[in-house]
C-alpha cells in the first residue's frame, strides 16, 4: 500500500499527486482582495483582523500571509529543523506582549522587504521554538574571550581588568526599548553559569540561560513565595506577558530567590569636587577595587589581569547596562568598561570586525553624569570568594 503524506497547509493526507494539490493553495487570494492592484495608492487591508495600510506592490504577500496564519506551518514548509513548529497567533494564550511586539517588528520588515516571505515564517517559528531556550538572536556568546583577543592584540591601556566567561545580550525584536533590564539580568547570569555551585541551584539547575518571558516567569514566582512585597504590590503582582521594566532590585530579588547573595550598592550622589562636582569618582574607584579584589590570572605582565568577579548590573536613571570590566591609565585615570542592550548582536559583530569594540565599551568618569547610580554585584562587595555566592540551597 502506498504511504500517504499530508499537506503542509491544510493536513489532508495524500497518496499521489501532493505537490499539485500543495500548489493549489496558492493559486488564488481571497475575493476581498481582488482589484487591489488597480488602485495606484496604498489601501487598507479589507480584512477586519487586519485593518493594516500595505502598498499596492506587497498585496500579494500581504494576501498570502492571511492564508498561511490561518493554517499551522509545518518543518516541511519552512524548511528548517523545528520541533514543534505550530505559530503562535496574536489572540493564542501564550502570545503576551513581547510575541507580539516581535511579530509586529517581523512583520514590518517583511512588508519593506528587508526579509523575504521565507525568511517571515522561518523567524516567526523559530520564535516560538526560542521560548525554551536562550534568544540566539541577541545573544554574542563568549564576548569575555573576544575582549582578551582585541586587548592582547593591541595595548590600548596601561592595565585592564576584564570579567571571565559572559556572553552579550542585545535588544531583540520582541523587546526593544523596555528589556535593558532583563538583558543585563542575562549578562550576569551568563557569567553564573560558567560556576558549579551557582550552576547548581539557578533556574532548577537547568544551566541554560532563560529568556526573556521566562526570567518574567521566575520573577512572578519569587513574588509569590514572599519576596520583595512592596516591588510586587507595585508592579501589581504581574509582569509576565507585559512590557513593564525592571531594575536592580527585581534583580536582586531573583538571585535571593535562588539563595544567590547579592548587594545592592548605592551611589546617590555625585562626588567630583570643582569644576567636577557633578562626577562619581566614588564609584569609579569602587569597582576597580571590585574587580582588582578578584584578580586570577595576568596575561602579558601586568597589561591585562582576568578577575574572577561577575559583571555588574548598572542602573542610571530610564536604563540599565553592565560592567564587564576596567581600565587604568599612567595617570590613574580609570575607565569603565560596560557592555549596553541597545548593541545588538549586528552591531557587536560589525565592531568586532572593525576592531573598534573596545572604544565603543570604554567609558570615562566625565561621561557618567547622571545624579545616581545603582549597581548589584554578586558575592560580597568586599571578598571573591566562589563559596561565598550561596546563601542557601533551593
Given at each position: 500500500?502506498?504511504?500517504?503524506e499530508?499537506?503542509?497547509?491544510?493536513?489532508?493526507?495524500?497518496?499521489?499527486?501532493?505537490?499539485?494539490?500543495?500548489?493549489?493553495?496558492f493559486d488564488?487570494?481571497?475575493?476581498?482582495?481582488?482589484?487591489?492592484?488597480?488602485?495606484?495608492?496604498?489601501?487598507?487591508c479589507?480584512?477586519?483582523?487586519?485593518?493594516?495600510?500595505?502598498?499596492?506592490?506587497?498585496?500579494?504577500?500581504?494576501?498570502?500571509?492571511?492564508?498561511?496564519?490561518?493554517?499551522p506551518?509545518?518543518?516541511?514548509?519552512?524548511?528548517?529543523?523545528?520541533?514543534?513548529?505550530?505559530i503562535?497567533?496574536?489572540?493564542?494564550?501564550?502570545?503576551?506582549?513581547?510575541?507580539?511586539?516581535?511579530?509586529?517588528?517581523?512583520?514590518?520588515?517583511?512588508?519593506?522587504?528587508?526579509?523575504?516571505?521565507?525568511?517571515?515564517?522561518?523567524?516567526?517559528?523559530?520564535?516560538?521554538?526560542?521560548?525554551?531556550?536562550?534568544?540566539?538572536?541577541?545573544?554574542?556568546?563568549?564576548?569575555?574571550?573576544?575582549?582578551?583577543?582585541?586587548?592582547?592584540?593591541?595595548?590600548?591601556?596601561?592595565?585592564?581588568?576584564?570579567?571571565?566567561?559572559?556572553?552579550?545580550?542585545?535588544?531583540?525584536?520582541?523587546?526593544?526599548?523596555?528589556?535593558?533590564?532583563?538583558?543585563?539580568?542575562?549578562?550576569?547570569?551568563?557569567?553564573?553559569?560558567?560556576?558549579?555551585?551557582?550552576?547548581?541551584?539557578?533556574f532548577?539547575?537547568?544551566?541554560?540561560?532563560?529568556?526573556?518571558?521566562?526570567?518574567?516567569?521566575?520573577?512572578?514566582?519569587?513574588?509569590?513565595?514572599?519576596?520583595?512585597?512592596?516591588?510586587?504590590?507595585?508592579?501589581?503582582?504581574?509582569?509576565?506577558?507585559?512590557?513593564?521594566?525592571?531594575?536592580?532590585?527585581?534583580?536582586?530579588?531573583?538571585?535571593?530567590?535562588?539563595?544567590?547573595?547579592?548587594?545592592?550598592?548605592?551611589?546617590?550622589?555625585?562626588?567630583?569636587?570643582?569644576?567636577?562636582?557633578?562626577?562619581?569618582?566614588?564609584?569609579?574607584?569602587?569597582?576597580?577595587?571590585?574587580?582588582s579584589?578578584?584578580?586570577?590570572?595576568?596575561?602579558?605582565?601586568?597589561?591585562?589581569?582576568?578577575?574572577?568577579?561577575?559583571?555588574?548590573?548598572?542602573?542610571?536613571?530610564?536604563?540599565?547596562?553592565?560592567i564587564?570590566?576596567?581600565?587604568?591609565k599612567?595617570?590613574?585615570?580609570?575607565?569603565?568598561?560596560?557592555?549596553?542592550?541597545?548593541?545588538?548582536?549586528?552591531?557587536?559583530?560589525?565592531?568586532?570586525?572593525?576592531?573598534?569594540l573596545?572604544?565603543?565599551?570604554?567609558?570615562?568618569?566625565?561621561m557618567?553624569?547622571?545624579?545616581?547610580?545603582?549597581?548589584?554585584?554578586?558575592?560580597?562587595?568586599?571578598?571573591?570568594?566562589?563559596?561565598?555566592?550561596?546563601?542557601r540551597?533551593?
Open positions: 500500500m502506498t504511504e500517504s499530508s499537506c503542509p497547509i491544510c493536513l489532508v493526507k495524500f497518496t499521489t499527486n501532493l505537490a499539485e494539490h500543495v500548489n493549489s493553495h488564488e487570494v481571497p475575493s476581498s482582495f481582488q482589484g487591489i492592484r488597480e488602485t495606484a495608492s496604498p489601501v487598507k479589507p480584512l477586519d483582523e487586519c485593518r493594516s495600510l500595505v502598498p499596492v506592490c506587497y498585496w500579494e504577500e500581504h494576501a498570502l500571509l492571511h492564508q498561511l496564519e490561518k493554517t506551518t509545518t518543518p516541511e514548509k519552512i524548511n528548517t529543523p523545528i520541533t514543534n513548529p505550530r503562535v497567533q496574536p489572540d493564542s494564550p501564550e502570545c503576551n506582549l513581547y510575541t507580539k511586539q516581535y511579530l509586529q517588528a517581523l512583520e514590518n520588515k517583511c512588508f519593506a522587504n528587508k526579509i523575504s516571505l521565507k525568511e517571515f515564517y522561518t523567524k516567526k517559528a523559530e520564535l516560538l521554538s526560542s521560548l525554551a531556550q536562550a534568544d540566539v538572536e541577541s545573544r554574542t556568546q563568549d564576548l569575555s574571550t573576544t575582549l582578551l583577543d582585541l586587548y592582547t592584540r593591541a595595548r590600548v591601556a596601561d592595565r585592564v581588568i576584564l570579567c571571565k566567561n559572559f556572553d552579550h545580550f542585545g535588544y531583540g525584536l520582541g523587546d526593544a526599548g523596555w528589556g535593558c533590564g532583563f538583558r543585563n539580568a542575562q549578562v550576569v547570569l551568563s557569567s553564573l553559569l560558567t560556576r558549579s555551585s551557582c550552576c547548581s541551584v539557578l532548577d539547575g537547568s544551566a541554560h540561560i532563560p529568556t526573556l518571558p521566562k526570567l518574567q516567569k521566575w520573577l512572578e514566582r519569587a513574588w509569590a513565595e514572599g519576596f520583595d512585597p512592596i516591588g510586587a504590590d507595585e508592579l501589581k503582582h504581574r509582569i509576565y506577558g507585559s512590557r513593564k521594566w525592571i531594575g536592580p532590585t527585581e534583580f536582586a530579588v531573583l538571585l535571593r530567590y535562588f539563595g544567590v547573595r547579592c548587594e545592592l550598592i548605592d551611589f546617590h550622589e555625585p562626588t567630583g569636587v570643582g569644576a567636577e562636582a557633578d562626577l562619581h569618582p566614588t564609584l569609579y574607584k569602587w569597582v576597580w577595587d571590585y574587580f579584589n578578584g584578580i586570577s590570572k595576568k596575561i602579558g605582565g601586568t597589561v591585562i589581569e582576568m578577575s574572577t568577579r561577575t559583571p555588574l548590573f548598572l542602573q542610571e536613571k530610564g536604563h540599565s547596562r553592565t564587564v570590566g576596567v581600565e587604568k599612567k595617570d590613574g585615570n580609570i575607565n569603565l568598561l560596560i557592555v549596553d542592550p541597545v548593541f545588538s548582536k549586528e552591531r557587536i559583530a560589525s565592531m568586532i570586525e572593525k576592531r573598534s573596545v572604544q565603543a565599551l570604554r567609558i570615562p568618569m566625565k557618567m553624569r547622571r545624579a545616581q547610580y545603582q549597581v548589584v554585584c554578586v558575592g560580597r562587595g568586599d571578598d571573591s570568594h566562589e563559596e561565598d555566592m550561596i546563601m540551597k533551593k
